[in-house]
């Protein structure tokens, strides 16, 4: 056991270096992804669709969508409802976990998604030019040159992600490495066809990280990689979890499986929140939020999700309101669909927004306020609605100013909050130093109401 844990240690989180922030592309992608409805004005809207029943039945990573609900795009001279082009969809993912599979280890990077279950790559089973596309150059895994590969024989995998892209085909189980921790057996579901939009995206395949009920293997679904290393008892009971820090730069964010890293904690205990698996997400209640020290209704019994795969924070429709409203010159743009503000606006003028997790208000760091600077004068907000949809996500945009853990076997979610590094929040790279250490001293200095919550045992 002892020797395991010695080489546990963070595992890089890449921060693709093509990602180009677009905001009303990462809130399609939300729509998309959740089967969202808007409730704010804009291109995009709801319609009914009648569909022949049967003839599509593909599994959704994430929730089954409501039939006959779908996003569509508005003609802004016609008016007339049409289907959403892939190109408004921001499918590029942010951050891209480094990982090893096989022996001896092809190293893969893949998006890091809490909002799905299945592990899949890009494998020497996909059309050479889909193996390759554009400027892309993939690390495509190669299970002939595996020697502990074990191919399943008759299951398969095929996933549809809510913002229309998907991907599918045929499962083995070899050996993971992640974050020095070995995961055995591991199912790996190996790509035989993929929608462009992950052809042309930055990593070589996914690693979902929702709880394993909404893994899409067929007859049989496997365990994700938390499942596994509880099942071969390689970490402590008290450390079946894993953990993310989102930074700015690929310097300044790594993950965590089997630990906690002490580091960036900062001597801070973490305060948690029971998480609600039953929909497969990391949710968990979040009835509370402040704007200025003053406390916001939130809708009864509100939920929200804890999801890497969402850039954006997107909440109720009054909250997020109101956090506008205490910022001076913002607005609602109809063709940006969501909230802007004068890109001019100082960092002491942004309200102090916290949101809770669980019984804990943690503040969502100024510098993550503006998502993307628009040009015009004014900058996308990096909160927004969730529209119909009757739970929050606290995407990117929320996980950038704490540092979260994951914990699986207490079916629990935490957090520390993380320092503010709008000190130099023009570039963000130089805000933390070396990385974690200054960037985790978890608002101990800060005097916020949320220190003196440690509710980490329900």
Known sequence: MASHMANLSRATLIRNPHHKRNGLKSYVHALKKYGIGPTVEGPYVMIKKVQQQGKFSKKVGGKAHVQGHILAKKDATTGQTGDVPAEDVDSNAEYLAAVQVGTPGQKLNLDFDTGSADLWVFSTELPSSEQKSGTTTHNIFDSSKSTTWKETTGS????????GSTASGDVGTDVLTIGGLVVKDQAIELAKTLSTSFASGPGDGLLGLAWGSINTVTPTPVQTPVE?????????????LFTAFLGDTTENSFYT????????????TPSYAKVDNSQGFWMFDSTTASINGKSVDRPSGNTSIADTGTTLCLIDDATCKAIYAAIPGSSMSTQQQGYVFPTSTALDKLPVVELAVGDTLFQINKENFAFQDLGDGTSYGGIQSRGDQ???????????SVYAIFDQGNTQFGCVQRESSSSSSSSGSTATGSGSTSAATAGAQEGEPHKHHHHHKF
């Open 228 to 240: 596994n290393m509880i099942t071969q008892s390689d970490i402590p009971q008290s450390a079946e």
């Open 156 to 163: 398969t995998w095929n996933i549809s992600y809510g913002d």
């Open 390 to 400: 009757n739970f929050d996500i606290y995407g990117d945009v929320f996980l950038r």
């Open 257 to 268: 499986f089997g630990y906690i890293d002490q580091t960036a904690t900062g001597g801070v």
